[in-house]
């Protein structure tokens, strides 16, 4: 079946720091990968994605680029901030689940941006 | 655009009582999701409606549970009775469903404590 691992947390960076969170993913079929966040209190957003193998996805200074021959989608950011202090989920959307809308998510890592 | 509501934003009830969650989702989405998120088991996708008809229930833990959605702007989850493990923030997402995979937006979630 289809599943998402991601790196367990929680990170602790100081400002301006390098991010990579890692994401693998394994599928049956050709799926759409998505990075969302959660931020203190509230419920998911979507923050980029990326459909078909080599595409990046890009908002707010992240990035993740689709591998197909490492079925990963790692979480970067060069510089974070404070306020990127959240809990960041990788995605996969499976076209190929007889017409299913679900995602399935990774368990979430949690990242502390220290001042 | 309101985007998703969800009400209320905090319960707090003893065990055995009847817990009802409500959600409005996006005007003119026509799927709707409801998950459980637990520091245990992390995110969990436990109903989610095409058109108002469940496709997915296979997530939802056992009898005590249910979901409707009578119509396309209201959607239920109702726990009874209810019990301390129940206790969780329970989120409900929306998407427009079609030809291309679209974003589910989350709404704020319901924090259930089951004393």
């Known amino acids: 079946g289809n599943s998402v691992t991601q790196m367990e947390g929680p990170v602790t960076l100081s400002e301006e720091a390098f991010l990579t969170i890692n994401c693998t993913y394994t599928?049956?079929?050709?799926?759409?990968l998505f990075w969302y966040v959660q931020y203190p209190g509230e419920g998911l957003q979507l923050l980029l994605k990326?459909?078909?193998?080599?595409d990046k996805g890009s908002n707010k200074g992240f990035e993740a680029t689709y591998r197909k021959e490492t079925t990963s989608f790692h979480l970067e950011k060069g510089s974070v901030q404070v306020s990127d202090s959240a809990v960041y989920f990788c995605?996969?959307?499976?076209?190929?689940?007889?017409?299913?809308?679900?995602?399935?998510f990774g368990k979430g890592t949690k990242l502390t941006v220290n001042p | 655009d309101a985007g998703v509501i969800q009400s209320p934003r905090h319960e707090v009830t003893e065990m055995g009582q009847e817990v009802t969650l409500r959600c409005k989702p996006i005007?003119?989405?026509?799927?709707l999701f409801w998950y459980r998120q637990t520091m245990m088991r992390g995110l969990e996708l436990l109903i989610y409606?095409?058109?108002?008809?469940?496709?997915?229930d296979s997530g939802m833990p056992e009898d005590r549970f249910s979901a409707k959605m009578p119509n396309a702007s209201f959607s239920t989850l109702k726990i009874q009775p209810s019990e301390p493990r129940d206790s969780a923030v329970y989120f409900c997402?929306?998407?427009?469903?079609?030809?291309?995979?679209?974003?589910?937006?989350f709404g704020p979630g319901t924090r259930l404590t089951v004393l």
């Open positions: 990326a459909t078909k193998a080599d």
């Open positions: 599928a049956t079929g050709y799926p759409s």
């Open positions: 995605a996969l959307h499976d076209p190929t689940q007889g017409g299913s809308e679900k995602l399935v």
């Open positions: 409606f095409n058109n108002n008809v469940p496709i997915d």
């Open positions: 997402a929306s998407t427009a469903s079609g030809a291309s995979y679209n974003e589910q937006f």
């Open positions: 005007s003119g989405h026509n799927s």
